[in-house]
């Protein structure tokens, strides 16, 4: 959860005129658009996407839901899967079952 100072700079930003002039022009950028490709990208602390457009322009965004935190936590056991697929030699090995 971010910092309530954060959030209330943000809200300030919003309703201020420089704020909706600044996020008006990303929403002309947008409206209208046809989006001809989505692409993802590794940006270290989070997945980017960034949408293609017919006239050959790219808008980059990033969504909360694919922050690296929120990755580990909804697909944990997919990531350590796939890190074995890497260090296949540090996967533990499967003990052999005792018999008593």
């Known amino acids: 959860m971010g910092d309530i100072c954060d959030m ?3 809200e300030r930003f919003m309703r201020c005129p420089e704020g909706k002039e600044a996020l008006g022009e990303i929403r002309k950028m947008l409206i209208g658009r046809k989006i001809t490709e ?3 990208t590794n940006e270290i602390h989070c997945i980017g996407t960034s949408l293609h457009f017919d006239d050959n322009e790219v808008f ?3 969504q909360p839901s694919l922050d690296v935190g929120v990755v580990r936590m ?3 056991e997919v990531i350590e899967r796939e890190y074995y697929v890497d260090f296949p030699e540090r996967k533990p090995s499967k003990e052999e079952p005792s018999c008593t």
């Open 8 to 10: 209330n700079d943000l």
């Open 38 to 40: 989505v692409e993802f």
């Open 60 to 62: 980059v965004l990033f």
């Open 74 to 76: 909804e697909f944990g």
